[in-house]
């Protein structure tokens, strides 16, 4: 069993900074990629960031500049550093991570989502 448990999110006012995290834990032999997802009402979810221990990390063209994501690989955790807040970042976010555990069995998880809001 895996999960993903995220904290922070909230409310703030556009060009404020919002932190998000979160802990993974469970039976796991390997992360491979951690990252983070959003999804804004009526729309698909999108790509926001991807960490990976192979190559830089990819953020989505909306918030490259603006946010920042880092992984503890000791911890098994990933943060969320939003910066300059734009109503259009208002979505709930989640968390994932491509996980393999002891039989060699790849599986992708989420997190429950968190909610950001950006608005005056």
């Known amino acids: 069993q895996v999960q993903l448990v995220e904290s922070g999110g909230g409310l703030v006012q556009p060009g404020g900074s919002l932190r998000l995290s979160c802990v993974v834990s469970g039976d796991i032999s390997r992360i491979l990629t951690m990252g983070w997802y959003r999804q804004a009402p009526g729309k698909q979810r999108e790509p926001i960031a991807v960490?990976?221990?192979?190559?830089?990390?990819d953020y989505n063209d909306s918030v490259k500049g603006r946010f920042t994501s880092s992984r503890d690989y000791v911890k098994n955790t990933i943060d969320l550093q939003m910066n300059s807040l734009k109503p259009e970042d208002t979505a709930v976010y989640y968390c994932?991570?491509?996980?393999?555990?002891?039989?060699?069995?790849?599986?992708?998880?989420w997190g429950q989502g968190t909610q950001v809001t950006v608005s005056s």
């Open positions: 994932y991570s491509l996980i393999e555990n002891r039989l060699f069995q790849r599986d992708i998880y």
């Open positions: 960490v990976a221990s192979t190559r830089p990390t």
